[in-house]
């Protein structure tokens, strides 16, 4: 409690934090972006507000009586005021970044790519399996909350197909709700993911306690029921222990087994996420008149192209699609039919 940090401070004359300004610094320290540091700021003014309070019971015995304000009680409505106004004010830079954010998602929202999010306790190396996967430069590092930042990038799955991947801040037990508060929306983004990807530390000696903390969090944003793939990584720490591995395949059997570090694993975890991607594909055969190069062009970016002729009124594809493009193809009248 705040007047119990207070009292120790008092008492052994030095400075005295609990778990949640430990948290809390090392976030400030791994902030990046500009919405980052906002969001991290956001969550120490709301963790330093309640605890002027025990701060100012110590200081209005300073001074004033009956129906009066002693200086400390006096200075601690002046700081109760100033952080008051600063949290104001960073809550609306916050919502002026995540509209710029928001206009730039809708963007990649019009290609209807697929959506693959990483999610899980923190250190579990999410962000060098990202990096493995898609040759993307995302900051790594052997520490807690290395990544605090939501990242996106694209994941080629071969034969003309694409998805988006994304890494995001990760999570540990109680969470201080400061910062729950300052995340939540950050983490709410991951309602717009496709297929959750449950990426958990198999050396971690805390691994079933730390995929329970994920699975709570997740129940939170109502999340608990979105299709999941869960992905062991970091099973180099395991050469000399395979009856772990063993084990957890007995008990998750539908779980890959991955190293980010030295690749092992990773081409059959990109096939599974390119099934995941097709899922509710269609295979079509349409004729597209030569006038409607766009929806040709989108046919060839979006689709998987297995045959093309060519006509006098157009040309007539065979291909494998997302269900929205078959729905387009369909609602401009263009023959098609399932092949």
């Known amino acids: 409690a705040p007047s119990q940090q207070k009292k120790l401070e008092e008492r052994l004359d030095v400075r005295v934090i609990d778990r949640s300004a430990v948290i809390l610094d090392i976030f400030a320290k791994h902030a990046q972006s500009h919405e980052g540091r ?3 700021e956001l969550a120490q003014l709301q963790y330093r507000l309640p605890r002027l309070a025990g701060i100012g019971r110590e200081l209005s015995r300073l001074g004033g009586g009956i129906n009066t304000r002693g200086p ?9 005021q100033v952080i008051r106004k600063r949290i104001t004010d ?24 697929f959506l693959a999010s990483l999610v899980g306790y ?3 190396g999410k962000s060098t399996l990202m990096n493995a996967l898609t040759g993307a430069d995302v900051f790594v590092a052997d520490q807690p909350f290395a990544t605090l930042d939501p990242t996106t990038r694209r994941l080629d799955l071969g034969g003309s197909r694409v998805m988006l991947l ?50 709570a969090v997740l129940a939170d944003l109502e999340l608990a029921d979105r299709p999941r793939l869960v992905v062991f990584n970091k ?20 779980a890959h087994f991955v190293s980010a570090r030295t690749a092992e694993g990773l081409p059959e975890l990109r096939e599974a996420l390119r099934q995941e991607a097709s899922a509710g594909w269609r295979r079509i055969r349409v004729t597209i008149p030569y006038e409607s190069s766009a929806l040709l062009q989108r046919v060839r970016e979006r ?24 729905g387009e193809l369909r609602g401009r009248k263009v023959p098609a039919r399932r092949a």
């Open 38 to 40: 906002l969001q991290v």
């Open 166 to 215: 994304s890494d995001t801040v990760g999570f540990i037990q109680k969470l201080p709700p400061a910062l729950v508060a300052a995340f939540r929306a950050t983490l709410e983004e991951l309602g717009l993911a496709d297929v959750l990807v449950h990426i958990a530390d198999v050396a971690s000696p805390e691994l079933h306690a730390e995929m329970k903390t994920v699975d």
């Open 122 to 124: 923190t250190n579990t």
């Open 303 to 326: 689709g998987a192209l297995l045959r093309e002729e060519y006509g006098e009124t157009g040309i007539t594809l065979e291909a494998n699609v997302p269900p929205d493009l078959a």
């Open 235 to 254: 099973i180099d720490l395991l050469s000399d222990d395979p009856s772990r591995r063993q084990a957890l395949a007995a008990e998750f059997p539908a």
């Open 72 to 80: 400390g009680e006096t200075k601690l409505e002046s700081d109760r």
């Open 90 to 113: 960073v809550r609306r830079r916050i919502e002026d970044v995540r509209a710029h954010r928001e206009r730039a998602r809708r963007g990649r929202d019009e290609e209807h790519l």
